[in-house]
């Protein structure tokens, strides 16, 4: 997409404005609907549905409930964008009228934000197919939330088996807790690895009244609760980003009986593979000294429960793109930000294709809170994050803005047509 072009991106979007009320209604769907990871049949039925609409080569079930749709174009470059479909396990607590209708379910993270926009900007870039050349795939991944989605749909021969061309280029979104209307980038490593471990503390259960015959796994486990900060605290260099988190225990059922067992799940985040290693050595450590120091009858058991690698963005074509985004949205929408503790498994299907990857964040909250919050130094404690039972974006200008970063993303990146 060239300066001398302007208009280009928006002939593509024109149609927008009257097919917003339609995506609004899709998203409000969704978001009543939420399904777990490898659980998405109906939100996989109907985007498969709407692609077909469209025009698209659709195939269905690829890993388990994943959804491709291929619309070639002419010559010239493959352009994967990528929207994650899975819900949370989460209570919904915000005050919408299309909350979430299933409980312990919620839409918590803005993936139903994701499959909105994808679909919306596939609806503009087929009706707008003579004003580009290429290949277009957009590709709706099952169980992100469990880091093993784009994993499960590769080993289901995403590429292998020609399911989709393999792409010269992939694009993805997430949208986030900052003013709507607003696109956020990070060069480089934007988002961090994360493994997520089960570990199984064991003792030798028997009655409260009686800890003297026991080995008490609850103590055990809290011992290691404790001392598992210090591996930030005190083996972690200030300049490393490490985060380690326990944010599940499980032991026993009832006040007077020691169990025998203590089961935890521990979220560890890092950048770099030398700290990452060294992080996880020393949780393993730690676990197995205050195991020795409880007396245990065994050791401990640690299962990897999943893992995501580091997010990384290509600089060429993150400054490419972000050159399209200033030029359509104005450079006051489109700022730097942070490398994110959180992390992402989209970046497995560049790896894969061995294509670069640009994955930016699209603000969804209220600007004017937002901007209050911020002017107060209360983000923290009035703008609910990602995960939270309140993260329910705003409607516009999310949707909109989401659609646009998508399509405009896109065509900067596919061949133009001569004489356009």
């Given at each position: 997409m060239s300066?001398?072009?302007?208009?280009?991106?928006?002939s593509?979007?024109?149609?927008?404005?009257?097919?917003?009320?339609?995506?609004v209604?899709?998203?409000?769907?969704?978001?009543?609907?939420?399904?777990?990871?490898?659980?998405e049949?109906?939100?996989?039925?109907?985007?498969?549905?709407r692609?077909t609409v469209?025009g698209?080569d659709?195939?269905?079930?690829?890993?388990g409930?994943g959804?491709?749709g291929v619309?070639?174009?002419?010559?010239?470059?493959?352009?994967?964008l990528r929207a994650?479909?899975?819900?949370l396990?989460?209570?919904?607590s915000?005050?919408?009228p299309?909350?979430?209708?299933?409980?312990?379910?919620?839409h918590?993270?803005?993936?139903?934000?994701?499959?909105?926009?994808?679909l919306?900007?596939?609806?503009l870039?087929a009706?707008?197919?003579?004003?580009?050349?290429?290949?277009?795939v957009?590709?709706f991944?099952?169980?992100?939330?469990?880091?093993?989605?784009?994993?499960a749909?590769?080993?289901?021969?995403?590429?292998?088996?020609?399911?989709?061309?393999?792409?010269d280029?992939?694009?993805?979104?997430?949208?986030?807790?900052?003013?709507?209307?607003?696109?956020a980038?990070?060069?480089?490593?934007?988002?961090a690895?994360?493994d997520s471990?089960?570990?199984?503390?064991?003792?030798?259960?028997?009655?409260?009244?009686?800890?003297?015959?026991?080995?008490d796994?609850v103590?055990?486990?809290?011992?290691?609760?404790?001392?598992?900060?210090?591996?930030?605290a005190?083996?972690?260099?200030?300049?490393?980003?490490?985060v380690?988190?326990?944010?599940?225990?499980?032991?026993?059922?009832?006040?007077n009986?020691?169990?025998?067992?203590?089961?935890?799940?521990?979220?560890?985040?890092?950048?770099?593979?030398n700290?990452?290693?060294?992080?996880l050595?020393a949780?393993?450590?730690?676990?197995?000294a205050?195991?020795?120091?409880?007396?245990a009858?065994?050791?401990?058991?640690?299962k990897?429960?999943d893992?995501?690698?580091?997010?990384?963005?290509d600089?060429?074509?993150?400054?490419?793109?972000?050159?399209?985004?200033?030029?359509?949205?104005g450079?006051?929408?489109?700022?730097?930000?942070?490398p994110?503790?959180?992390?992402?498994?989209?970046?497995?299907?560049?790896?894969?294709a061995?294509?670069?990857?640009?994955?930016?964040w699209?603000?969804?909250?209220?600007p004017e809170?937002?901007?209050?919050?911020?002017?107060?130094?209360?983000?923290?404690?009035?703008?609910?994050?990602?995960?939270?039972?309140h993260?329910?974006?705003?409607?516009?200008?999310t949707?909109t803005?989401?659609?646009?970063a998508?399509?405009?993303?896109?065509l900067?990146?596919?061949?133009?047509?001569?004489?356009?």
């Amino acid at each position: 997409m060239s300066d001398s072009d302007n208009s280009f991106p928006a002939s593509v979007l024109e149609p927008l404005d009257a097919r917003l009320a339609d995506l609004v209604a899709l998203y409000e769907d969704l978001h009543r609907h939420p399904e777990l990871a490898f659980q998405e049949t109906r939100t996989a039925a109907e985007v498969a549905r709407r692609l077909t609409v469209h025009g698209y080569d659709v195939t269905t079930g690829i890993g388990g409930t994943g959804v491709t749709g291929v619309l070639r174009n002419g010559p010239s470059p493959v352009v994967l964008l990528r929207a994650d479909m899975d819900a949370l396990p989460v209570n919904e607590s915000a005050d919408v009228p299309y909350a979430s209708t299933v409980p312990g379910r919620m839409h918590a993270c803005g993936h139903d934000v994701h499959v909105t926009c994808l679909l919306g900007a596939a609806d503009l870039l087929a009706a707008g197919r003579d004003r580009w050349s290429g290949t277009l795939v957009v590709l709706f991944q099952p169980a992100e939330e469990a880091g093993s989605g784009a994993r499960a749909m590769l080993d289901d021969g995403l590429y292998s088996r020609g399911l989709v061309p393999t792409p010269d280029v992939v694009l993805a979104q997430h949208v986030a807790p900052f003013g709507a209307g607003l696109i956020a980038y990070c060069p480089g490593a934007c988002m961090a690895a994360a493994d997520s471990l089960e570990i199984t503390f064991h003792g030798s259960g028997g009655h409260g009244s009686r800890p003297e015959t026991t080995v008490d796994p609850v103590l055990m486990a809290s011992a290691f609760v404790q001392r598992v900060q210090s591996v930030v605290a005190r083996e972690t260099a200030a300049k490393d980003q490490v985060v380690v988190t326990v944010g599940s225990f499980h032991a026993g059922s009832s006040a007077n009986v020691i169990p025998d067992r203590a089961v935890l799940r521990v979220s560890v985040r890092s950048f770099d593979p030398n700290v990452r290693t060294a992080v996880l050595a020393a949780i393993d450590r730690i676990a197995r000294a205050e195991a020795a120091a409880s007396g245990a009858p065994r050791e401990p058991e640690t299962k990897v429960l999943d893992a995501f690698p580091v997010t990384v963005n290509d600089a060429a074509v993150l400054e490419g793109v972000n050159g399209d985004f200033r030029r359509f949205f104005g450079a006051e929408r489109v700022f730097r930000y942070e490398p994110a503790t959180g992390s992402e498994d989209a970046g497995l299907l560049a790896t894969a294709a061995r294509a670069p990857l640009y994955y930016w964040w699209l603000g969804g909250w209220d600007p004017e809170e937002f901007r209050t919050a911020l002017a107060a130094g209360r983000l923290a404690q009035d703008i609910p994050s990602n995960h939270s039972p309140h993260f329910v974006p705003v409607v516009r200008p999310t949707l909109t803005t989401g659609v646009q970063a998508m399509t405009v993303g896109a065509l900067s990146r596919l061949g133009g047509v001569e004489g356009r």
